[in-house]
């Protein structure tokens, strides 16, 4: 079970604003990563984030180039998970593959306000936003196995 605030975006948030790409090239510490996590969209989501903490968002999450900096920037700035109405397919793969929750639950987006703590119960598939429970399709096995190794190459160095 996880507990956070949300920082809540809209529709379309692609990763040149998750991740600016003027960095792409220059910033590759996943430690360094998280100076520049939402810079342009939200100038003080880096002064603000702390571990534990929620981005949510419309729909197409994560469209644009496959940038997996976008990924890592937000894990290690703390995130938990990313809760969107939909994902691009490529950056929820780069979630999963390092490690971080992505979940696709429109009814959240709509019950969760920016700033509101929320609990997130992934064994039972339930968000509580407010007095709301809303919840969402089980994580496969085969994900949680990925998530709760650390991401998918810890998975493989692991199970080989």
Same mark, same amino acid.
């Given at each position: 079970?996880?507990?956070?605030?949300?920082?809540?975006?809209?529709?379309?948030?692609?990763?040149?604003?998750?991740?600016?790409?003027?960095?792409?090239?220059?910033?590759?510490?996943?430690?360094?990563?998280?100076?520049?996590?939402?810079?342009?969209?939200? +100038?003080?989501?880096?002064?603000?984030?702390?571990?534990?903490?929620?981005?949510?968002?419309?729909?197409?999450?994560?469209?644009?180039?496959?940038?997996?900096?976008?990924?890592?920037?937000?894990?290690?700035?703390?995130?938990?998970?990313?809760?969107?109405?939909?994902?691009?397919?490529?950056?929820?793969?780069?979630?999963?593959?390092?490690?971080?929750?992505?979940?696709?639950?429109?009814?959240?987006?709509?019950?969760?306000?920016?700033?509101?703590?929320?609990?997130?119960?992934?064994?039972?598939?339930?968000?509580?936003?407010?007095?709301?429970?809303?919840?969402?399709? +089980?994580? +496969?096995?085969?994900?949680?196995?990925?998530?709760?190794?650390?991401?998918?190459?810890?998975?493989?160095?692991?199970?080989?």
């Amino acid at each position: 079970m996880f507990k956070g605030k949300v920082f809540k975006y809209g529709d379309d948030i692609n990763t040149d604003v998750i991740f600016p790409g003027k960095y792409t090239y220059t910033v590759s510490d996943p430690e360094e990563m998280v100076n520049y996590a939402m810079e342009d969209l939200d +100038p003080e989501f880096k002064k603000n984030v702390k571990p534990g903490d929620f981005v949510v968002a419309g729909k197409n999450f994560g469209c644009g180039s496959s940038r997996e900096q976008a990924a890592t920037c937000l894990k290690m700035s703390g995130i938990t998970a990313v809760i969107a109405v939909s994902f691009s397919r490529i950056y929820f793969r780069n979630a999963i593959n390092n490690g971080m929750l992505a979940i696709t639950c429109p009814e959240a987006v709509d019950a969760i306000e920016d700033k509101m703590e929320i609990i997130v119960d992934v064994e039972k598939g339930i968000i509580k936003a407010g007095n709301k429970e809303i919840k969402f399709p +089980p994580i +496969p096995a085969s994900v949680s196995e990925i998530l709760n190794n650390g991401g998918l190459i810890p998975h493989l160095k692991k199970n080989l």
